[in-house]
């Protein structure tokens, strides 16, 4: 059964401040998604990994994947308020399903 | 460009109650959907997917069910609400490739069961 899971589940960093959320996955998945979500709102697609050693950037985001780890990690640069809501990894089941993880919330403080 | 529309956006229905959630999407042909609950400490969890009209795959056993009456609609219904059933449910919709494609959220519905 494939599981996720994301650490921290909370997070509070001063704005200006770098720091890392990881995602960690049980079975094999050669994909991986990132997504955010602010309060009552629905998520928002921030990054499609698809295969070993995959970068991608995006402002202060940078996500990556290490599939023989089955690790992801999303990089926060210089954290501003903007930034604060819950990020969700996903990683994509056999079936096409994704399996989330439970989520870290972020607040950037000033 | 593609959009996906959702309603309602709030609900409170009684125990018991039948439930019918509405999920379309435009600017795209023969989408794979995907209904999602999202519950407090029980994370995101996939309900339901379809990849055509009348295909629906069921993740998880429970009181509810979904149909795909046309390629762009999807909908989640049940004939007797419970309370375990209040939460944020959550379509969405990706073309192509199942399995590597990306999936996109819509709007969502909140549903509180009383």
């Known amino acids: 059964e494939l599981k996720v899971e994301q650490n921290p589940l909370f997070l509070s960093m001063q704005e200006g401040k770098n720091y890392t959320i990881y995602c960690n996955y049980s079975?094999?998945?050669?994909?991986l998604y990132w997504y955010r979500q602010d309060p009552g709102k629905s998520l928002e697609s921030l990054f499609v990994?698809?295969?070993?050693?995959a970068v991608k950037q995006e402002g202060r985001l940078m996500a990556s994947l290490d599939t023989k780890a089955r690790l992801s990690t999303l990089h926060i640069t210089a954290a501003v308020h903007d930034l604060s809501a819950t990020y969700f990894c996903?990683?994509?089941?056999?079936?096409?399903?994704?399996?989330f993880g439970k989520g870290t919330k972020l607040s950037v403080k000033p | 460009s593609q959009t996906i529309h959702q309603w309602p956006a709030t609900l409170v229905q009684p125990v018991g109650s039948p439930l019918s959630l509405e999920c379309t999407v435009e600017?795209?042909?023969?989408?794979?959907l995907y209904w999602y609950r999202q519950a407090a400490g029980r994370g995101l969890q996939l309900l339901f997917y379809?990849?055509?009209?009348?295909?629906i795959s069921s993740e998880v056993p429970q009181n509810l069910s979904a149909s795909r009456p046309q390629d762009r609609q999807f909908i989640l219904s049940s004939k007797k609400l419970l309370l375990s059933d209040s939460g944020f449910y959550l379509c969405?919709?990706?073309?192509?490739?199942?399995?590597?494609?990306?999936?996109?959220f819509g709007p969502g519905t909140r549903l509180t069961v009383l």
């Open positions: 969405a919709w990706s073309v192509g490739d199942i399995l590597t494609d990306t999936q996109y």
């Open positions: 990994l698809l295969s070993n050693g």
């Open positions: 996903a990683v994509g089941g056999s079936q096409g399903n994704l399996i």
């Open positions: 379809s990849v055509g009209i009348g295909q």
């Open positions: 600017g795209t042909s023969n989408p794979n």
């Open positions: 079975t094999t998945s050669d994909r």
